[in-house]
């Protein structure tokens, strides 16, 4: 498993780029999980708006920012035409949701033109059509954390942050003064060379490696992502006793919760072949959509791919040819958390052993709302009229045309091996630590039984977040910003 991007910036300057805000209740369960109140909603709403600089609402609307570093922007509806094939999806799209089938371009414009992440009591309820929100300069291009540091460095050399780029963080080196108190960070190991990590599909053994070793000022934030994270926190010495006695690891806090919790978001896919070939460019937006068995809102997010799309292995993906499109779907609030991340060796260049172990709760629940987003988009198609050019519309997965028919236990058993996962989080989980020995982290991002030591990335989600996780990751970034500034360590 490669750590999302590998390099300066992260996932962020590989993702698809869409900025959606989870429903309040995942901030308010972490906020009822610590006591600590400043992860309530409203307060993670102005985070939010102290990180944004929006280029798509008006200057000054509320529950938005306007001059933070993260620059968002949306897909506007310009590219719709009557005639275009595009046009003719989403038209099918807002009927199969009970919108009349003769909305004017206008109309239909005006609808991309929703904001998903607006300040709206009945956000979380909200369903239908919504432009896509990106992190995205005022042209529409690209904006990460990555671009963030570059123009912080540029408009202030002096800034105290060096960035070492080529670089491995291995392990820890824990203070040996700090006996009689909690353990406590002096320095760290790490090695320096290019693709060292060997899941970087560029790895190759005969490279120059070297080992560096730094001292640490005042504390170690270690942001290494939902599978690398809890490999330096368990390399370190923090982790499971009994995994890390099977290594031979000096135990320095046992942990249980490092590498446990692993949790993601399903996604999957109806592929389809249209009869005539070159679909043009589907648009950018999402349809919310609330099933029979949605908790806590809406719980599935549909979007257009104009091909054929149905996850993620080794040379995907397979190519349908000219005539294939997809409607892919994530189900948000998957219920199953049950994955691990586990060391498969001491080398710190090794990549873990990563185990979703999809579907060990709730898996009906989850199998039916997934069905339901499934007969949606059949619902959909089949509004889609024969003077169109696309009909008749033969689908590939997971019902094959070719089947004539399926039933719903076949379907949800395609999507059982089909579903794919991109947006993990877990494995560093949020939590009590004065009463939970599984939190590894408190409200603060400081881990539990040691001194100077943070984790502030995707794996400190106690589960899924109910919204695609960079922009609730953005925003515990900048949550962590504040705790640091205002903390001291012994
Ligand atoms: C194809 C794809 C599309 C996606 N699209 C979206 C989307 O549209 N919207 C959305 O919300 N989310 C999306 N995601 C998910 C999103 O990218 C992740 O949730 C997010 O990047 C997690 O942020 P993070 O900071 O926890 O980890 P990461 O972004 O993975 O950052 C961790 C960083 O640490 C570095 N690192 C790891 N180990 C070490 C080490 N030992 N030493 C030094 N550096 C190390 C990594 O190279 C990486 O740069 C997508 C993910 C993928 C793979």
Not at 210 to 238: C, D, H, M, W
Not at 292 to 303: C, D, E, R, T, Y
Request: with cysteine; hydrophobic share 35%.
């Amino acid at each position: 498993m490669v750590s999302a991007g590998g390099g300066e910036g992260g996932g962020a300057v590989i993702d698809n780029a869409v900025l959606e805000l989870p429903p309040d209740a995942t901030w308010d369960y972490i906020a009822d999980l610590t006591g600590d109140n400043s992860w309530a909603a409203p307060e993670m709403r102005k985070i939010y708006e102290e990180i944004e600089n929006s280029h798509y609402v008006k200057n000054g609307t509320d529950g938005h920012g306007f001059s933070g570093w993260l620059e968002t922007n949306r897909s506007n509806g310009s590219w719709i035409g009557d005639d275009l094939d595009a046009t003719i999806v989403l038209r099918a799209m807002l009927g199969q949701l009970g919108a009349p089938g003769n909305m004017s371009v206008e109309d239909l414009r005006n609808q991309l033109d929703r904001d998903i992440n607006a300040l709206d009591p009945v956000r979380d309820q909200a369903t239908g059509v919504f432009g896509l929100v990106a992190h995205a300069d005022s042209k529409g291009h690209r904006f990460s954390p990555a671009n963030y540091v570059r123009k912080a460095l540029v408009e202030n050399p002096d800034l105290p942050l060096f960035v070492e780029l080529n670089s491995t963080f291995t392990d820890i080196v824990w203070d040996p003064l700090s006996s009689g108190g909690p353990p406590a960070v002096m320095a760290i190991n790490y090695v320096v060379g290019p693709s060292a990590y060997k899941a970087d599909p560029r790895y190759n053994p005969h490279r120059n490696l070297t080992t560096r070793f730094t001292y640490i000022g005042k504390e170690l934030i270690i942001a290494g992502g939902v599978f690398n994270s809890p490999q330096i926190l368990k390399l370190s010495g923090i982790g499971p006793a009994d995994e890390l006695k099977k290594h031979n690891i000096t135990l320095v806090v046992d942990a249980p919760g490092v590498g446990a919790n692993l949790g993601d978001i399903y996604e999957g896919s109806v592929v389809s072949l249209a009869k005539k070939p070159n679909i043009d460019e589907m648009g950018s937006y999402s349809v919310q959509l609330k099933t029979s068995v949605s908790q806590n809102g809406s719980g599935i997010s549909l979007w257009p791919v104009p091909y054929g799309f149905e996850g993620y292995w080794p040379g995907y993906p397979e190519d349908h040819g000219a005539n294939a499109f997809t409607i892919a779907f994530a189900l948000k609030n998957p219920h199953s958390s049950q994955g691990t991340v586990t060391l498969q060796s001491t080398d710190p260049l090794d990549p873990p052993e990563v185990n979703f172990r999809f579907f060990e709760k709730g898996e009906e629940q989850d199998l039916q709302e997934m069905l339901e987003a499934v007969s949606f988009v059949e619902n959909m198609k089949a509004r889609i009229a024969n003077s169109s050019g696309l009909v008749p519309i033969e689908e590939l997965s997971p019902c094959p045309s070719s089947s004539r028919t399926c039933t719903s236990g076949r379907i949800k058993d395609t999507l059982k091996k089909q579903v794919y996962s991109r947006h993990a989080t877990g494995t560093c989980a949020i939590g009590n630590t004065a009463l939970d020995p599984t939190a590894v982290v408190d409200s603060k991002f400081r881990v539990r039984g040691v001194n100077r030591l943070r984790v502030v990335d995707a794996s400190v989600f106690p589960k899924p977040p109910g919204a695609f996780p960079i922009l609730p990751t953005f925003m515990i970034s900048r949550k962590a910003s504040k705790a640091i500034l205002s903390s001291s360590w012994k």
